[in-house]
């Protein structure tokens, strides 16, 4: 399928059915194909559910919606989480979500375990309750493994960054500093590059008793050098601050092989750790994404069940169809559906402009046609 024609939105409709439900189906294949492929069609054929009174139907009508807002956005949830984990490019992870267009009716043809014979309110509390669940565990997993990921992040910043700032672990050695000395000390230098003949020339005297040739370059980076230079302990405030007129930034620090050690132990630990639990959450991703995505889909089977009985009346007879309408051709496929359609409905023009409810229908939340529409938008990622 050329992807740029294609969208990742599909049209979830139902239409009486005519003589026969087969009728009603190649008339729409028919006027859409006829028209230069307007969109992918497939028939979406839903059992029959025993229906209750009409109260109890605009009832389910409202819940259903209520349902299907809450479904989506955990299904959109689990999906953008899936890209965060990935880190991966955007695409990439919305193939792995979304197999192809067949993915849609397939899942549904596949599982009708959520659609009891009656339409009752067991379906509802069995789906909100499984999606609910999933909603809690994402929020669970998320929160501990962006934990980690934080932790490790933050030591990942320490051990990068400016000389003045990054973790020196694995830049200093013991060998580098005079240790246990009661009167020497040995202090850490960035020199910026541009002035290092300065500091070749000047730091024996930027203070008394600084130990002669006691500087070496230990590490660089682009812009400076990090040197160590040996003196006398009293006389470590006085070179500070001649230093710092020269622009060479004595850095902070003690040197703490336990601690250094610590840190990098804590580094491997984390990175391990994060690896360990990589694997495993987006097998659980995976798995649980199929599982809010089937729901929602049923979701939207129940609605248009509803739906096509408040609209077309009992005794039950409707086919429902999956529309995947071609981007550059959306328009026209709104004019041929309507064109099909129109005479469902003679008070179709007026209700788009009037404000009044009809029963079952939401009209704030929905544009209004004369056969029953749901949208299903599977561009699940909000592209950051």
């Known amino acids: ?23 009603t189906w190649e008339k729409l294949h028919a006027a859409t194909t006829k028209h230069n492929n307007l969109s992918t069609n497939s028939k979406f054929n839903i059992p029959d559910l025993k229906v209750g009174t009409l109260d109890v139907l605009v009832g389910l009508s409202d819940e259903l919606a209520k349902l299907d807002a809450f479904v989506e956005s955990v299904v959109k949830k689990v999906a953008q989480y899936m ?10 992870v919305q193939e792995n979500l979304l197999a192809n267009g067949g993915f849609l009716e397939q899942q549904w043809q596949d599982e009708h375990k959520f659609c009891s014979s009656s339409l009752d309110i067991v379906p509802f509390l069995f789906i909100f309750k499984g999606v609910n669940q999933i909603d809690n565990d994402l929020k669970a997993r998320a929160s501990a493994y962006n934990n980690l990921k934080g932790n490790l992040q933050n030591l990942e910043r320490k051990n990068a960054g400016s000389l003045l700032t990054r973790s020196l672990a694995d830049i200093v050695k013991k060998e580098d500093f005079v240790l246990d000395s009661e009167y020497l000390v040995t202090l850490l230098v960035i020199v910026p590059k541009l002035n290092y003949n300065d500091w070749v020339k000047q730091y024996e005297t930027l203070a008394e008793m600084v130990v002669p040739r006691s500087s070496n370059v230990l590490f660089e980076d682009q812009d400076s050098y990090l040197c160590n230079v040996t003196l006398f302990r009293k006389a470590v405030d006085d070179f500070k601050h001649k230093a710092r007129e020269y622009k060479f930034m004595v850095r902070d620090f003690q040197y703490n092989e336990e601690e250094m050690k610590a840190d990098k132990e804590e580094m491997n630990r984390l990175s391990t750790d994060k690896k360990k639990q990589f694997g495993p959450l987006v097998r659980w991703l995976k798995v649980n994404f199929s599982e809010a995505f089937i729901a929602w889909i049923h979701v939207k089977a129940l609605r248009v069940f509803v739906e096509s009985v408040l609209r077309y009346g009992l005794p039950v007879n ?5 529309l995947q309408p071609n981007k550059k051709t959306m328009k026209k496929l709104r004019e041929v559906l309507y064109d099909l359609y129109k005479h469902l409905d003679s008070s179709a023009a007026a209700i788009i402009d009037a404000t009044m409810d009809i029963p079952g229908l939401n009209l704030s939340q929905q544009e209004y046609y004369p056969y029953v529409y749901y949208k299903i938008d599977c561009n699940l990622l909000e592209f950051k």
């Not at 294609?6 to 087969?22: D, N, R, V, Y």
């Not at 890209?83 to 990439?92: G, I, Q, T, Y």
């Open 1 to 23: 399928q050329d992807k740029g024609t294609k969208m990742t939105e599909f049209w979830l409709i139902s239409a009486p059915g005519e003589k026969t439900c087969q009728q």
């Open 83 to 92: 890209a965060d984990v990935l880190e991966d490019s955007k695409d990439k």
């Open 318 to 322: 409707f086919q429902a169809m999956l």
